[in-house]
Nanobody, 125 residues
Framework: EVQLVESGGGLVQAGGSLRLSCAYSGFTFQQYALGWFRQVPGKDEEGIACSSWLWDKTFYLDSVKGRFTISVDSAKNTMFLQMNNLKPEDTAHYYC??????????????????RGKGTPVTVPS
């Protein structure tokens, strides 16, 4: 059974940093790509970062490039999203996703089979 459990969200001031974690089980990083998307209530989902071992590819949404870094510790079955220089517009619920995917473009998460329940990130203006 595939499981994804996010943690690490919270309230942080603009310019600050957070590191989100996603503990995964039921598959290996060699089998599935891993990624993050976010959603503000009432707005569309936004795919922000994706990493595929199989395709050797990493994707970042333009608005987070240079600020966010996705990484995977396959020995610990954990994916991370390091978020630096956070802005009020980064406020959202953040979800991790897993599945067969080439990590192409900001709609990658729609093609992934598994999602976690999310963790909230709030950056006050």
């Amino acid at each position: 059974e595939v499981q994804l459990v996010e943690s690490g969200g919270g309230l942080v001031q603009a310019g600050g940093s957070l590191r989100l974690s996603c503990a995964y089980s039921g598959f290996t990083f060699q089998q599935y790509a891993l990624g993050w998307f976010r959603q503000v209530p009432g707005k569309d989902e936004e795919g922000i970062a994706c990493s595929s071992w199989l395709w050797d590819k990493t994707f970042y949404l333009d608005s987070v490039k240079g600020r966010f870094t996705i990484s995977v510790d396959s020995a610990k079955n954990t994916m991370f999203l390091q978020m630096n220089n956070l802005k009020p517009e980064d406020t959202a619920h953040y979800y991790c996703v897993a599945g067969e995917n080439e990590c192409r473009g900001d709609l990658f998460h729609y093609g992934m089979s598994y999602r976690g329940k999310g963790t909230p990130v709030t950056v006050p203006s």
